[in-house]
Every structure is written in structure tokens, then in C-alpha cells.
């Protein structure tokens, strides 16, 4: 037998992880953006690009093409909202942190986020009132996390800010989410 014909050696990734039911894949997407979670927020910049550009590479298998706009628009929001909370003194980071925007494992950490939506975070996703609720009360908790953890520090009033202004990105995203989703009806009939 010769390495050469067709299907002998092993394709990489296997192909398994793309053809998945939308249960495995809703899994997948939620263990991977806490794997991304971890990696970012207590590895730092270079383990977090690592292993978000790995769950990134899978999740453009799995994408649909509109759903890139919502994931660059609710990325691109979300780490201008953290530079401007950061930029007011309302979160800080280590001492070596220089830049006048947040750090890379941050917008790193926004973009496996934004992947999210669609996918583990659908059933919320398609609820706003639920979304924001849910978001209001999650996002101070994680950033809570982070500091505990000793990425960030973040004030009591930072947390309130990150609480109003995350149930409100996320009440845009659902309404960009629908626009999206009405076109796509819209090319189908």
C-alpha cells in the first residue's frame, strides 16, 4: 500500500470536528471559548493568541458568512468600550501595560466572545430581553473573575458601567443579529 493514494493518510484536522450535529457543536463552541477564557486571562497575550487562533481556525469550518460582520462589529464595540473604561480610569492593568488601548488578550478574548453568539449562546441570543438580563449579569462576574485572578483591576463602579454597557452592546448585537438573519430570509424567497 503507497502513502500516496487517496485517503490513506489522515487529513488534518480530522474531519470529524467540522461534521458535527448542532448540539456537538454548540459544546464545542462553549468548552473552546472557556478554554479561550483561561488562556487569555490568566496565560496572557501569547498563550491566548495561540489558543484563540486554534478555536478561531475551527470556527471558520463552522460559520456562516454573515455571521463574520456580527463578530468583527460586536469585537470591534466591545474592545472600544474596555479601551474607553480603561482610558477612564475605571480598569487597569498590570504595571507594564503601556498602551493606550487595552491589551491584546483582551480584544483576543472579544473576538472568541463574539464567535459565541451564534452558537452555545443562541438560546439567549435569540431572546434580547434574556440577552440583556443575562449579559448585565454575567459580564461583571467574569471581569470580577479576571481580577481575582489578577489580570485586571477593575472598580466597583467599573463593574456597575461594565454591567449597563454590556446589556446594552448586546441588546445592538441581537438587533444586528435579526437585520442578518432577515436578509438572509429576504435571499431565500
Request: proline letters at 4%.
Amino acid at each position: 500500500m503507497m502513502y500516496s493514494e487517496p485517503g490513506i493518510l489522515p487529513s488534518f484536522p480530522p474531519e470529524y470536528l467540522f461534521t458535527m450535529t448542532q448540539t456537538q457543536r454548540q459544546l464545542v463552541n462553549m468548552l473552546g471559548f472557556q478554554l479561550c477564557w483561561f488562556a487569555c486571562v490568566m496565560g496572557g497575550n501569547l498563550t491566548g493568541l495561540v489558543v484563540v487562533s486554534a478555536f478561531m481556525f475551527w470556527h471558520c469550518r463552522i460559520a456562516e458568512r454573515r455571521e463574520w460582520l456580527l463578530i468583527a462589529v460586536v469585537t470591534v464595540s466591545g474592545a472600544a468600550l474596555d479601551t474607553l473604561w480603561y482610558q477612564l480610569g475605571l480598569m487597569s492593568f498590570s504595571a507594564d501595560h503601556q498602551l493606550a488601548f487595552i491589551p491584546p488578550w483582551l480584544l483576543l478574548l472579544w473576538l472568541a466572545f463574539s464567535a459565541t453568539l451564534r452558537h452555545s449562546l443562541s438560546f439567549l441570543f435569540s431572546r434580547p430581553l434574556l440577552m440583556v438580563v443575562a449579559s448585565a449579569m454575567a459580564a461583571p462576574l467574569s471581569y470580577f473573575a479576571g481580577t481575582r485572578l489578577g489580570a485586571l483591576s477593575v472598580s466597583y463602579e467599573g463593574l456597575l458601567v461594565i454591567s449597563v454597557s454590556w446589556a446594552l452592546l448586546m441588546w445592538l448585537a441581537t438587533l444586528l443579529n435579526r437585520v442578518l438573519l432577515r436578509e438572509i430570509e429576504t435571499e431565500l424567497h
